[in-house]
C-alpha cells in the first residue's frame, strides 16, 4: 500500500522526492548571536542626544524661520483668519435665518432700509451729490489721502 501511494505522489509532484534540503548546525539548539548590551544602549543614547539637541535648537530654528517669512506668514494668517470668520459669520447668518419669523422680519427691515436710502439719496441731484461727498470722505480716511484738499 505504501508503494502505490509512493507512485500515486510522484506522479502529482514527480520533483518533491528528488528536492532535498540540508541544515548544517553547528552546534544543536545554537542561536543566532545578539549583538551585546553595550552597543545597543550606546546606539540609544547617541539617539537620545539627538533628539535632545534638537529640541535645544527648536526655538532658535524657529525664531529664525519667523524673522525670514514674516510678512507671507502674517498674511497667511489674516487670510486662514478671514476665512474662518466668513464661514462663522455665514453659519451663525443661516441658524437665524431658520429661526421661524425671524427671516421676514430681516427681510421687511431690508426693504424697509432699502426704501430709506433710495427716498434720502438718490431721488434727487443734491442728495446724490451729498452721497457722493460722503463717500470721497470716507474712501480719504481709509486709504489715508485727503481728498477734501484736492
Given amino acids: 500500500m505504501d508503494t502505490m501511494q509512493t507512485s500515486e505522489y510522484s506522479d502529482i509532484a514527480p520533483d ?14 545554537g542561536l543566532a548571536a ?5 552597543e545597543s544602549s550606546e ?18 530654528y ?10 507671507p506668514l502674517t498674511t497667511l494668517g489674516l487670510i486662514l483668519a478671514s476665512v474662518i470668520t466668513v464661514k462663522v459669520t ?9 429661526i421661524p419669523l425671524l ?9 424697509g432700509y ?7 439719496y438718490l431721488l434727487r441731484a443734491s442728495n446724490r ?10 474712501k480719504g480716511q481709509v486709504i489715508g489721502q485727503d481728498t477734501m484738499s484736492q
Fill in 103 to 111: 427671516a421676514p422680519t430681516f427681510e421687511l427691515v431690508g426693504i
Fill in 16 to 29: 518533491a522526492e528528488k528536492t532535498k534540503v540540508e541544515v548544517k548546525v553547528d552546534a544543536p539548539g
Fill in 43 to 60: 546606539k540609544w543614547r547617541q539617539i537620545g542626544e539627538q533628539i535632545s539637541g534638537f529640541f535645544a535648537e527648536l526655538p532658535e
Fill in 34 to 38: 545578539l549583538p551585546p548590551a553595550s
Fill in 62 to 71: 524657529l525664531g529664525e524661520f519667523f524673522s525670514e517669512y514674516q510678512r
Fill in 90 to 98: 455665514l453659519a451663525v447668518l443661516d441658524a437665524i435665518n431658520d
Fill in 114 to 120: 432699502s426704501a430709506w436710502f433710495v427716498y434720502r
Fill in 129 to 138: 451729490q451729498e452721497l457722493s461727498e460722503e463717500f470721497k470722505t470716507l
